[in-house]
């Protein structure tokens, strides 16, 4: 199973980014999908996390300018980020509670990290 994470990059104070995560190989089911972020010095945080129901929830950081959504045929998460600022800077990491088997219970997975720099 792999986590691929893509979209960050440099981007002006008041602009916009997505990410996107897919998650792939030997997969039976995907249940939460989520995103995270670490700044330098700071502990890694969560921003965003979708279930398959669709259900969110944000950090207050980010409400009202960050919306996740998923695409659970391609079992890919996304987060569109507008109005970003300085204090978003930081690496995102993408997570996902999934099964390979019929089962199991769900294991969290991560992806590699994408840097998202806004600069000022």
């Known amino acids: 199973v792999q986590l691929q994470a893509s979209g960050g990059g440099v981007v002006q104070t008041g602009g916009s980014l997505r990410l996107s995560c897919e998650a792939s190989g030997s997969i039976y089911a995907v249940y939460a999908m989520g995103w995270y972020r670490q700044a330098p010095g700071n502990q890694r945080e969560m921003v965003a996390r979708i279930r398959a129901d669709q259900n969110k929830i944000y950090a207050d950081s980010v409400k009202g300018r960050f919306t996740i959504s998923r695409d659970n045929a391609k079992n890919t998460a996304y987060l569109q980020m507008n109005s970003l600022k300085p204090e978003d800077t930081a690496v995102y990491y993408c997570?996902?509670?999934?099964?390979?088997?019929?089962?199991?219970?769900?294991?969290?997975?991560w992806g590699q990290g994408t840097l998202v720099t806004v600069s000022s």
């Open positions: 997570s996902a509670d999934l099964t390979m088997h019929r089962g199991l219970v769900p294991e969290e997975y």
